[in-house]
């Protein structure tokens, strides 16, 4: 029996590092952990894992985080406009997809 797992994130949407303190936009998601098996430690690879681009002092980066790490950050709720052009592609129907091009 195939297990249907069901994101908590959207693409695009503005997320905080519970632990590591730092929020950051979703660019990608994964239905579980995408890397060697054994790899996460305590962490449950069987959860969908996200690439969030996160803003930090020293400018920006990408994180692979576990959806249990994530939580809805209640300052930002969503991209601007601007935002949402520079890092996305949006197709007619609203669908976003991470444009490929360096965070820098």
Do not use: N
């Amino acid at each position: 029996m195939t297990r249907q797992t069901i994101a908590k994130f959207g693409l695009g949407q503005i997320v905080r590092h519970r632990d590591a303190a730092f929020r950051g936009v979703v660019i990608d998601i994964d239905a579980c952990y995408a890397g060697r098996p054994g790899e996460t430690g305590e962490i449950a690879p069987d959860q969908p894992f996200y690439q969030v681009l996160a803003i930090g002092p020293d400018g920006g980066f990408v994180a692979y985080a576990a959806e249990a790490a994530l939580e809805h950050d209640p300052e930002l709720s969503a991209l601007t406009l601007e935002a949402e052009r520079r890092w996305f592609t949006i197709d007619a129907r609203g669908r976003h997809a991470p444009k490929p091009c360096a965070i820098h």
